[in-house]
């Protein structure tokens, strides 16, 4: 039965899985372990970093493919420029590299690109890419895929709170009017749903800051695998996992 649904799914020969949980429509990833990947081989940490770009893709192209219609991925905190520059300007060098490959490769695939973060902190070249690249995929209707880049889940609650205080401000709200509703509204990208399912590889057990707010009910995979090894049938462990687990959402 394990991996029927999603067979079925692919084949479109089915409108209700029956009995069987639905696949998670919103799929969120930390892409971990790219240091120590590296490090067990003798590599710089950049080299780690290379596989694991080069993954982030393959891993984009396989959700898809399998009908996962939104798919986040956590690139660089804001956290993370407490790295050493070396490897900061690696990062950014491989975003631009792999952002141009994927304004291609992704049209292929219809997918919808969306960049989660305040990317006024990077260089000019790669905000025009992002630009450009959300621009270019907006009226596509392919699975919308997440890239959160200089993200933090408390600096994006902060900028919610911040735009609501400045509608009091201006007179146009009251303190007592603001509702949940409000401030997922106020959120990076209000239109994305919150994720279902969250997998962090590598064997850390956190959340590092990631999607602090839309994280309220999400189902969590933690895996012992390095992002750079982590392939489509540990994408399909984990969703194995979520359809086997009961979501209450607070209730009975
Ligand atoms: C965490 O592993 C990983 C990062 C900080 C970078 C993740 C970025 C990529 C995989 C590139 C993605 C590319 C695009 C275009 C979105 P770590 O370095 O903290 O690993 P460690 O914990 O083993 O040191």
């Not at 609650?157 to 709200?173: D, F, M, N, P, S």
């Not at 239109?191 to 999400?218: C, H, M, T, V």
Request: proline fraction near 5%; aromatic fraction near 10%; glycine fraction near 6%.
């Amino acid at each position: 039965m394990k991996f029927d649904l999603r067979q079925l799914f692919r084949k479109k020969q089915v409108q209700e899985p029956v009995q069987v949980k639905a696949m998670p429509q919103h799929i969120a990833v930390i892409m971990d372990g790219n240091g120590r990947w590296a490090k067990q081989r003798g590599l710089p940490r950049t080299m780690g970093h290379k596989h694991g770009a080069a993954n982030f893709k393959r891993i984009a192209r396989y959700a898809a493919s399998i009908g996962v219609r939104y798919f986040t991925v956590y690139a660089f905190s804001t956290e993370n420029w407490r790295r050493p520059a070396e490897e900061v300007n690696a990062l950014i060098d491989l975003f631009i590299q792999y952002l141009v490959e994927a304004e291609r490769d992704f049209s292929e695939e219809n997918m919808r690109v969306r960049f989660l973060g305040d990317v006024a902190a990077f260089p000019e070249k790669l905000q025009d890419l992002i630009r450009t690249i959300e621009a270019k995929s907006a009226d596509r209707d392919g699975m919308t895929l997440g890239i959160c880049l200089n993200y933090g889940g408390r600096p994006e609650i902060t900028h919610a709170a911040r735009k609501l205080a400045e509608q009091v401000k201006a007179g146009a709200l009251e303190p007592e009017q603001i509702t949940e509703e409000m401030i997922s509204a106020h959120l990076y990208c209000p239109d994305i749903p919150d994720p279902d399912l969250i997998i962090r590889p590598s064997g850390e057990l956190r959340l590092s800051n990631f999607l602090l707010w839309q994280a309220a009910y999400s189902e969590f995979v933690f895996m012992n695998v390095l992002w750079p090894d982590f392939s489509p049938e540990n994408l399909e462990e984990a969703i194995d996992q979520y359809t086997g687990r009961n979501r209450r959402f607070g209730g009975v």
